[in-house]
């Protein structure tokens, strides 16, 4: 689990790629299952700093958790990610790549997956281009010791190849939902990232 206490974004000289992967952990965490009351007073005793859009999107987050209650954002979380029959806002980029799931987009990752190594634990139930678990890819491409797989080149690839074309609408269905209160706060920081990291990748060329 990701310490959000660890999260700061201006501090490039000191970490600025310890904090993307901790940014990329933390929206895993909170996207794949309701996030544990341990983890929403974390989040909630959090440090605020800088101005920034993207730390602004940070600031609203904490607020939001300083109040947050477990069973009131676990219940919120099936109401808008699990539900009965289809989901109200789905996290699948098969979903927003093709309009099906478990189409093509899937197939199509698991083969880039298992050119870095990487394959879906079994105690894992999600499908690997469910948005939590592809977060989850990015923070081990940032984080991981393994120079051969884990660096910006194989970051931007794979960001391009597997969520670019998607991910922002996925957060604004989120941002739009009448029914996200915690998650609205979530979906905004993580499209605010999202929109960060495709403008650094994009500076990079």
Same mark, same amino acid.
């Given at each position: ?25 933390? @929206? ?10 341990? @983890?929403?007073? =974390?989040?909630?005793?959090? &440090?605020?700093?800088?101005?920034? %859009? ?25 109401? @808008? *990610?699990?539900?009965?029959?289809? &989901? ?6 098969? *979903?927003?790549?093709?309009?099906? @799931?478990?189409?093509? &987009?899937?197939?199509?990752?698991? =083969?880039?997956?298992?050119? !870095? ?41 794979? *960001? ?7 991910? !922002? ?15 609205? &706060? ?9 929109? %960060? ?9």
């Amino acid at each position: 689990m990701t310490s959000a206490q660890s999260i700061k974004f201006e501090s490039q000289d000191q970490g600025e790629e310890t904090a993307r992967a901790d940014v990329y952990g933390l @929206l895993a965490t909170l996207l794949y299952a309701p996030p544990s009351q341990d @983890l929403l007073d =974390t989040i909630g005793n959090a &440090p605020v700093e800088g101005t920034s %859009v993207l730390e602004q999107a940070w600031a609203e987050l904490v607020a939001v958790c300083k109040t947050a209650q477990q069973e009131n954002v676990r219940e919120e979380y099936e109401q @808008l *990610f699990v539900g009965v029959g289809r &989901p109200e806002v789905m996290l699948y980029g098969s *979903f927003y790549l093709s309009g099906f @799931l478990m189409e093509k &987009p899937l197939a199509e990752l698991r =083969t880039d997956l298992a050119g !870095l190594g990487l394959q879906r634990s079994d105690g894992v139930v999600e499908s690997e281009d469910h948005l939590a678990s592809l977060c989850e890819v990015m923070r081990y491409l940032i984080a991981s010791d393994d120079v051969v797989h884990a660096n910006l080149a194989a970051q931007e690839k794979f *960001f391009n190849t597997h969520m670019r074309a998607w991910v !922002l609408d996925c957060c604004a269905a989120i941002e739009a939902s009448q029914n996200a209160h915690f998650y609205k &706060p979530v979906a905004c920081l993580a499209r605010i990232f999202f929109e %960060v990291e495709m403008q650094a990748f994009d500076m990079a060329n």
